[in-house]
């Protein structure tokens, strides 16, 4: 039988190789969750079996959100329940993922520079330091053309460049903010569906990831994001966030500690 062929091209034999490792970690998880099969690695190229069907569209946040949570309940059930989401994680002698505030801060309080953000660089710290508190979950980037709704499979992660650890719901309001940004608005009631959906999946109670918690992760996502708007994202999260400001500044002012469990 035929295969076709997805081929992603990487600048380094090195990036290649990080990206075969998280795929491979990913596929063992036995999440239930469906991934491209990788074909072959030469070099700093990789070849995915080819997925057809069309990227993720605001409809389908409940069940991306879903399969988002799916993910990490597996995770979690493979050690990343008793992760300090701060340090690194061992992938089973194929590498390791970085924590959640290492490779981000330097990048968060550089783009406040340049970003108006209702996140202060004080808080940006603080909530980088508490999310050791939280439960420990990853993050794959979760922007909608991430995902490919496949008939017979259902959503399909692709994309395997990025793997970190992350606190719950950082992903999901990655996938939020990426989609209004794609899309145009979305309800604050597309937001809470999702993160019932995400929750449940995961298998945590929903005050282990609070909505304000979303909100605020939202924020560090348009932090980190805005570079990229004229180029994957037209509309600005400034003026598709679907809550106000005012809420987010409640929301940041104390990182509630949750259970990590
Ligand atoms: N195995 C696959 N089968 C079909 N399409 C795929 C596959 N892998 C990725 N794609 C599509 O190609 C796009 C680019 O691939 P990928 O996400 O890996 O690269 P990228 O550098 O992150 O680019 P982008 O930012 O455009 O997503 C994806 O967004 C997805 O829509
Ligand atoms: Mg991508």
């Not at 940006?124 to 991430?146: M, Q």
């Not at 992660?157 to 989609?179: E, M, N, Q, R, S």
């Not at 994001?225 to 994202?233: A, D, F, M, N, R």
Request: with cysteine; proline share 8%.
């Amino acid at each position: 039988m035929n295969t076709d062929v997805f081929r992603k091209h990487y600048r380094t034999p090195d990036a290649a190789h990080a990206a075969a490792n998280h795929h491979t970690w990913l596929t063992g998880l036995d999440s239930g969750l469906s991934f491209p099969t990788l074909l072959r690695h030469r070099d700093t190229t990789l070849e995915f079996e080819h997925i057809s069907g069309p990227t993720a569209e605001p409809a389908d946040l409940p069940v991306i959100a879903r399969a988002l949570g799916q993910l990490h309940h597996a995770a979690r059930r493979h050690g990343m329940i008793h992760a300090d989401i701060n340090q690194p994680f061992p992938l089973n002698g194929s590498g390791t993922l970085a924590g959640f505030a290492p490779p981000r801060r330097e990048r968060l309080h550089a783009a406040l520079s340049t970003t108006r953000s209702p996140l202060s660089g004080e808080l940006v710290d603080a909530w980088l330091d508490a999310a050791t508190h939280f439960p420990g979950a990853l993050y794959k980037d979760a922007n909608p053309r991430n995902v490919i709704l496949s008939d017979s499979r259902g959503p399909v992660l692709v994309d395997f460049d990025t793997l970190t650890l992350a606190p719950a719901g950082y992903d999901l309001a990655k996938l939020v903010v990426t989609t209004a940004m794609t899309f145009g608005p979305l309800t604050r009631q597309h937001a809470v569906n999702a993160l019932h959906a995400y929750t449940t999946s995961l298998g945590l109670g929903q005050n282990a990831c609070p909505f304000g918690h979303i909100q605020v992760w939202a924020e560090f996502h348009h932090l980190l994001t805005s570079p990229w708007l004229g180029c994957h994202y037209t509309h600005d999260w400034a003026t598709v966030r679907p809550w106000p400001t005012d809420e987010i500044a409640s929301a940041a002012r104390t990182p509630t500690n949750t259970p990590r469990s």
